[in-house]
């Protein structure tokens, strides 16, 4: 919200926290009691920001390149993919500068990578660097590519190996310039890089990388920081749970982190569910389950997916009751799962539970769903 209430809509610098994929304004629509349609297409607009946005969308032939850019930023930055797919075309036909199809790319490359599972990114990481060669594009925008060329290369290879190597010497390259770069964009390398030792088991080398991000987010974590600035520390915590889980295997470190991001942000649900990752990696269930329990409390996204671990857990625990219960609101949140509905049943069963006949049903729609 932040992010929007302060655009300036004429200059290039739509500030990104987080984009999500289509699954969660699904789940969000069944939550709503909304048409999934009508969410993606922007034709629910309930809230004042999602009209604002609306009306701006349907006055797309009246608006600049820069504007264009920055709408397509908001409803990418909500999910609304469709929408910005369309916004994108008009971009295409209408861009006369390098800085213009470098934020094309950037934002073909983010509907790539949540929608697509990449499969246009290399022709998206293509036009930017194109852009690039110009040295007309801001070098903390750069930065910012190079970051994503390499987070994606090392988590499902969405680059061809030639293409991450030459971003990762550029992002490398540019970084020595760390006065000329924004703390943002200094601090989100420093991350993704740290991914590239950590993926060798070098535990060193990857704490020093973090560090760094730490030390450049904490420059942006002033007295005026907003939503944006404060998401940067937070993006570090998530980073560093992981690290300390998975390369330091220092549980209590990971502990530690995740509740410095809670403290951050009491209100956003995933960071629950990733300290409750922690806690479940530990074997302590009982803590796991109250806080995958405390995820759903707080809300989206990611409702179903906390509910059916804290269920998980439940049973684990032995408070299959509990356990029982959870299945059974799944079954209205995730009525295409067949996981939810396959669990749910075999609980259902061994507590001869009148619940079983919703769960059958379930599965007996996902079957016809799929032969239809």
Same mark, same amino acid.
């Given at each position: 919200?932040?992010?929007?209430?302060?655009?300036?809509?004429?200059?290039?610098?739509?500030?990104?926290?987080?984009?999500?994929?289509?699954?969660?304004?699904?789940?969000?629509?069944?939550?709503?009691?909304?048409?999934?349609?009508?969410?993606?297409?922007?034709?629910?607009?309930?809230?004042?920001?999602?009209?604002?946005?609306?009306?701006?969308?349907?006055?797309?032939?009246?608006?600049?390149?820069?504007?264009?850019?920055?709408?397509?930023?908001?409803?990418?930055?909500?999910?609304?993919?469709?929408?910005?797919?369309?916004?994108?075309?008009?971009?295409?036909?209408?861009?006369?500068?390098?800085?213009?199809?470098?934020?094309?790319?950037?934002?073909?490359?983010?509907?790539?990578?949540?929608?697509?599972?990449?499969?246009?990114?290399?022709?998206?990481?293509?036009?930017?660097?194109?852009?690039?060669?110009?040295?007309?594009?801001?070098?903390?925008?750069?930065?910012?590519?190079?970051?994503?060329?390499?987070?994606?290369?090392?988590?499902?290879?969405?680059? %061809? *190996?030639?293409?991450?190597?030459?971003? @990762? =010497?550029?992002? #490398?390259?540019?970084? /020595?310039?760390? $006065?000329?770069?924004?703390?943002?964009?200094?601090?989100?390398?420093?991350?993704?890089?740290?991914?590239?030792?950590?993926?060798?088991?070098?535990?060193?080398?990857?704490?020093?990388?973090?560090?760094?991000?730490?030390?450049?987010?904490?420059?942006?974590?002033?007295?005026?920081?907003?939503?944006?600035?404060?998401?940067?520390?937070?993006?570090?915590?998530?980073?560093?749970?992981?690290?300390?889980?998975?390369?330091?295997?220092?549980?209590?470190?990971?502990?530690?982190?995740?509740?410095?991001?809670?403290?951050?942000?009491?209100?956003?649900?995933?960071?629950?569910?990733?300290?409750?990752?922690?806690?479940?990696?530990?074997?302590?269930?009982?803590?796991?389950?109250?806080?995958?329990?405390?995820?759903?409390?707080?809300? %989206? *996204?990611?409702?179903?997916?906390?509910? @059916? =671990?804290?269920? #998980?857990?439940?049973? /684990?625990?032995? $408070?299959?009751?509990?356990?029982?219960?959870?299945?059974?609101?799944?079954?209205?949140?995730?009525?295409?799962?067949?996981?939810?509905?396959?669990?749910?049943?075999?609980?259902?069963?061994?507590?001869?539970?009148?619940?079983?006949?919703?769960?059958?049903?379930?599965?007996?729609?996902?079957?016809?769903?799929?032969?239809?």
């Amino acid at each position: 919200m932040e992010s929007f209430e302060s655009c300036n809509w004429t200059q290039f610098g739509y500030k990104f926290t987080q984009v999500f994929e289509p699954a969660v304004l699904y789940e969000l629509a069944l939550l709503e009691g909304v048409r999934f349609s009508a969410l993606v297409r922007l034709e629910d607009r309930r809230t004042e920001a999602l009209a604002s946005l609306g009306a701006m969308f349907d006055q797309a032939s009246e608006l600049s390149v820069i504007e264009l850019v920055n709408v397509s930023s908001a409803l990418i930055s909500i999910s609304r993919f469709e929408p910005a797919q369309s916004l994108l075309r008009i971009l295409s036909e209408r861009r006369t500068t390098s800085r213009e199809d470098f934020e094309i790319g950037w934002l073909e490359f983010l509907i790539s990578n949540r929608c697509g599972r990449g499969v246009n990114s290399p022709a998206a990481f293509e036009k930017m660097g194109r852009a690039v060669t110009t040295r007309e594009i801001p070098i903390s925008r750069v930065l910012d590519s190079c970051t994503q060329a390499v987070v994606w290369y090392i988590k499902r290879r969405e680059l %061809p *190996p030639a293409e991450y190597e030459r971003w @990762l =010497k550029l992002g #490398t390259s540019l970084s /020595q310039s760390s $006065d000329h770069i924004e703390p943002g964009s200094l601090s989100s390398w420093y991350r993704g890089i740290a991914m590239v030792p950590a993926a060798n088991g070098d535990s060193v080398a990857t704490r020093r990388s973090m560090e760094l991000a730490r030390e450049a987010a904490d420059r942006c974590t002033g007295s005026e920081a907003g939503a944006a600035e404060t998401n940067m520390i937070k993006t570090y915590y998530e980073s560093a749970m992981k690290e300390y889980v998975y390369v330091q295997r220092d549980m209590d470190a990971a502990k530690e982190a995740g509740r410095s991001l809670i403290a951050l942000d009491p209100a956003w649900s995933v960071s629950y569910g990733e300290l409750a990752e922690v806690y479940l990696r530990s074997k302590q269930v009982e803590k796991a389950a109250q806080l995958y329990e405390k995820a759903v409390t707080v809300g %989206p *996204p990611y409702v179903a997916h906390h509910l @059916l =671990k804290a269920a #998980t857990c439940r049973d /684990q625990c032995g $408070d299959l009751s509990r356990a029982m219960a959870h299945f059974e609101k799944l079954a209205g949140l995730a009525p295409r799962s067949r996981q939810v509905m396959t669990a749910g049943l075999a609980l259902a069963h061994r507590l001869s539970h009148p619940s079983s006949t919703v769960f059958k049903r379930g599965l007996q729609e996902i079957e016809t769903h799929v032969a239809d």
